[in-house]
């Protein structure tokens, strides 16, 4: 039986000695008094048994290497081309410690990263893989702490999450973007898409979008050949989805058409507006009068508001009246625009209402009213021909459809006739200033 000399031996008593080896303490005590011989072993460190004298006892001082175990994940699941970190903690930050999977020494590597952070000891196995699973040690000063990495397959976890909020029949107008969505279980899980079997990459009629968990690809402006099976790939799973594309002309473009206004008079020098709505925001539409394509000028205003459109016809003549269409994608609605001359149309209206004879007192305010057809009607005030503006003598008011012309403060020579005139049409009030104390109205229609 032999020590290793080492500087750790020591004697501690003539009763026994105290030799220590790494945490190994060991006594020996002997019974007689030793030979030359084996003093001369003792001085070099050597202690030769003998079935007469020895009697040693051993014990071993343990020293904790790793603490906080109770805290530390030893069983791992895992899934194929994650990450796994193993953890612990030693009792001291100057310990340094081994790692081995399934009994063999693990050194940093593409595979394994091994970390040491103050009192923290750490394997990351990147990217596992099945053959990654097995039976991991961190071992230190003859102690050891065991972990279990079990991998599992893809094939066997679900990839794609959520899969009941999947919209997979989908139907698509032409020339309309469709997009198809789904939600994977992992961040870093890559799909792969296909249409009819065929594998789709990011292109002009393809855009494939990742963002976070979600997935999508989005078929822009699609046209009938696009319509088909489309599925979504990952770890030989998929999920599917059916497009089915129609046709413009078999979908309706106007919508809310029983609400339109497709017969519209009015009269000469007003604006008039042809309205509808379409099904889709984005639908463009095209606008002719008498089968001419109409362009935004002076005289039209072309207008898109959501889901609105609107064709505006300026300041109307006799010549604009006629049919107008509003076309898209082979779908179409006919307005018709009468204009009427203002001769032939009735300007003032409840002329059997106004007064006609007036008495006033010179300096009084005269006040000459009327009502006209139409409350955008725009009239003009004469006396003796000239046209009124207004001034200090004369106020000229105009609220709703009621026109009024106030002469202020009236004197001799504010008697006299006076018209109210629009689109042709005209009423007539006579004024008469007798010496300042009456002035009389008289009404007269042409």
């Not at 016809?313 to 076309?327: A, H, I, L, P, W």
């Not at 459809?401 to 202020?408: D, K, N, T």
């Not at 629009?422 to 109205?441: E, P, R, Y």
Request: aromatic letters at 8%; glycine letters at 6%.
């Amino acid at each position: 039986m032999g020590w290793d000399h080492s500087p750790d031996i020591e004697v501690t008593s003539s009763l026994g000695r105290r030799r220590t080896v790494g945490s190994l303490v060991v006594f020996s005590q002997m019974f007689h008094d030793p030979t030359r011989e084996e003093e001369e072993e003792e001085a070099l460190g050597f202690l030769v048994p003998t079935k007469r004298r020895l009697r040693c006892a051993f014990y071993k001082e343990v020293q904790e290497m790793f603490v906080n175990k109770e805290k530390v994940q030893k069983d791992f699941k895992a899934m194929a081309s994650e990450d796994v970190s193993l953890s612990c903690e030693v009792a001291q930050a100057k310990t340094e410690v081994k790692w081995f999977k399934d009994g063999k020494l693990i050194t940093s590597s593409k595979k394994f990263k091994v970390e040491t952070e103050g009192r923290s000891r750490r394997l990351i196995v990147q990217q596992v893989e099945k053959k990654d699973g097995g039976e991991y040690t961190c071992e230190a000063g003859g102690q050891k702490l065991t972990f279990k990495v079990t991998v599992a397959d893809r094939e066997a976890v679900e990839v794609f999450v959520n899969k009941e909020k999947v919209q997979k029949d989908i139907k698509v107008v032409a020339s309309e973007n469709v997009s198809l969505s789904c939600e994977v279980a992992q961040a870093m899980t890559e799909v792969k898409w296909f249409k009819d079997g065929k594998l789709i990459t990011s292109s002009k009629k393809f855009k494939v979008e990742a963002e976070g968990r979600s997935r999508c690809l989005v078929v822009q402006q699609v046209e009938k050949k696009d319509g088909g099976e489309y599925t979504c790939e990952a770890d030989s799973q998929k999920l599917t989805f059916k497009i089915t594309v129609a046709d413009r002309e078999a979908e309706e473009i106007f919508v809310n058409k029983e609400k339109i206004q497709k017969d519209i008079k009015v009269v000469a020098s007003e604006n008039v507006s042809l309205s509808c709505d379409v099904a889709q925001a984005k639908i463009d539409v095209k606008w002719f009068k008498d089968g001419k394509l109409i362009t935004s000028s002076k005289k039209f205003k072309v207008e898109a508001e959501g889901r609105s459109r609107h064709l505006i016809v300026q300041q109307v003549e006799k010549k604009d009246g006629g049919e107008y269409t509003c076309e898209a994608s082979g779908q179409k609605l006919n307005f018709k625009v009468a204009v009427v001359d203002r001769e032939a149309e009735q300007m003032f209206t409840n002329k059997e209402k106004v007064q006609k004879d007036f008495k006033a007192v010179a300096s009084e305010d005269v006040s000459l009213s009327c009502e006209v057809a139409q409350a955008k009607a725009d009239v003009k005030w004469f006396k003796d021909g000239k046209l009124i503006t207004s001034s200090k003598k004369f106020k000229v008011e105009a609220e709703g459809r009621s026109r009024c012309l106030v002469v202020q403060q009236v004197e001799k020579k504010d008697g006299g006739e006076y018209t109210c005139e629009v689109g042709g049409q005209k009423l007539t009030f006579k004024v008469a200033v007798a010496g300042g104390n009456t002035v009389i109205f008289s009404f007269t229609s042409f």
